[in-house]
């Protein structure tokens, strides 16, 4: 019969705990490893002392000081449970178990095996040894060990000379027959008691009644109010609402204004009576900066009237121009709260450019995409006025080159380095890794024919670099319409990507791959990247959506391939003709770096084919003749293919005529 006893020392509880504690720890640490910062890319990023205090400041904030880190909530966690993990796996290992299989030839230190004559000769032995009356005592040894040690030594012995105990041991695996069989609950004690029945009850109804029922409607109402973009479901909304066709920047700003009271509008009456003079001050500096015709104007598209949620509106879209114009925020609070608008104006640019692609507008979402640039350089969106793209480069303004002739950064560095400018080294220190792309071709590709054929699929292959201003790059890298030859050693290279399932070309080391950008103003570390959209100027649609690119090697022409491969894929139309397109390259960290090119895409008959590419492509496309399909291509006078079976049919039907023609001269013959 079976008994059960709770676990008073807490020994198979721990081991519960330990495993829990695993489970939960190990995916926890590799998530925390996997979001940690790279270090190592500070050495290809921008070299400016603005970048570089930049990043000490963002470093500093992130870390903390020594005796106050700055650790987040999940770290913290992470390390308290690996520290409880180490306590109860050290207690576990220094518990001494009790539990041993009963083996009388061990306790007597002889073989299995031993005949009753050696047994009893060897029992001799050890009676003379560790008999009580025999036996001196050590220092630290008592009598009650001492007579313990020789009663174990004699149950042994009986239990093997013993018919009777030889056999209970044999058949129960002990001299005294069956015994109990003991089974623990990975539960103390005085969870059981019933002094404690109260609390227990109360901790369980605390936990599964109230806890767990609130974190799962949180979780649950918390994904149902969101799209799969990260955005509220009245966002996404507004964003809808507010895109048409012929929107501009302004319009993408007042929609985002609008969005930030469902957004942040919680987080924003945080310290809002505090705060709401320094707020009135900043909107009254804006307003002066941008004029008070232009501000009212924005104020009006974000709906900033008398109605709900338009105080968190006019505080978002202040903040938001206040980054723009590079306006000091003193308040602690309020420079926390711009930070975490700025953080999550990329998501809610992302989600904006789905709704916009979703409709194929061109114009909206440019401007989207354009917008992010601006963000990142913190410079105001302004089509009228180019010059506010030289805002960019460390200690210039915008309104000191309106007087100067020169469209190009390289133009400026040459006009400041005349004038003995001692703003020039830092300047040249930020364009060396300045994120100018260079487009070194763009071409269609159809893996396996050599024409665009109707409804066929196609691989834009874009192979990009970066080259910073004033680069010179080699003539052998000029071409002449942006399209390889069938001579150029590195097609075979370009198909093996093609037929790859990634969407970017290995990077030979990852040294290559640019580091954080030139982005002083943007509140955590920047990457650049690029969007990348083909799209019908003509119609001013879009004709692939946008995809986003990243990781782009700087120029260096000792590398065999000096640029790396992207690639785009869609299905051609279905229509035959030539199709002027337009490839934008839209850059989210640099203002004014976006590259346009023109590309053509050609889509020819299927009978520009040669005759072995028509006989593949008529096997493939040729319907069967007893389908649907088959018989109104039939009715329409097209070829079709014949059914397999007839033909065996028709074939065995000629054997057959055969093989009568042949009995019929045989009977002749006779």
Known sequence: MASYHYDEAGTMAAYFILTFLFLVLVPLSVSLLSTTQPKSTDSNSCQCQQCITHRAVLKKSQNGSFFLPNIQKKTMFAIVGWLAWVLLAWKMASVKSDQKIYDPFEILGIRSGTTDKEIKSHFKKLSRLYHPDKVKLAINETMDAVEARFVEITKAYKSLTDETIRKNWELYGHPDGRQEISMGIALPKWIIDSKNNIWVLGLYGLVFGGALPVIVGQWWFGTRSKTKDGVTIQTASTFFKAL???SGVDDVVAALGKSLQYEIGAKGKKGKGADREEIKQLEGKVAEKLGAGKWAELKKLAGMGKGEGSESRRRGLVLLYAHLLRLDVKSAALQAEQRTLLLHTPTLLNSFLQISTSRNWLSPTLSIMRLQSHLAQAIPPSPADNKLKFSQLPGVEASEVKEEDVDKIEDLVDVLSGKGDGRVGEIKKAVKKWGRLDVVDASFKVIGERLVTPSAIVFLLLKLR???????????????????????????????????????????????????????????????????????????????????????????PSRDRNYRCYKLQFQAPPGVGLYTWRVYLMSDTFVGEDVVRDIALKVDDVSALNADEQAIEDEISDPEEDSLAGQMAAMRGGSVKKRKDEDSDDESSTDDDKKDDAGDSSSDSD
């Open 244 to 246: 048409k066709e012929e």
């Open 466 to 556: 970066i080259s910073p201003p004033g680069t010179e790059q080699p003539a052998a890298d000029d071409q002449s319409n942006g399209h390889t030859t069938l001579e150029d050693p590195n097609e075979e290279k370009d198909l093996a990507f093609l037929n790859g399932r990634k969407d970017a070309e290995d990077l030979p080391t990852p040294e290559l791959a640019e580091g954080w950008a030139h982005a002083p103003y943007w509140p955590s570390y920047r990457k650049p990247g690029w969007w990348v959209v083909l799209a019908d100027d003509k119609s001013s649609r879009v004709v692939v959506p946008p995809t986003r690119i990243t990781e782009v090697p700087f120029s260096d």
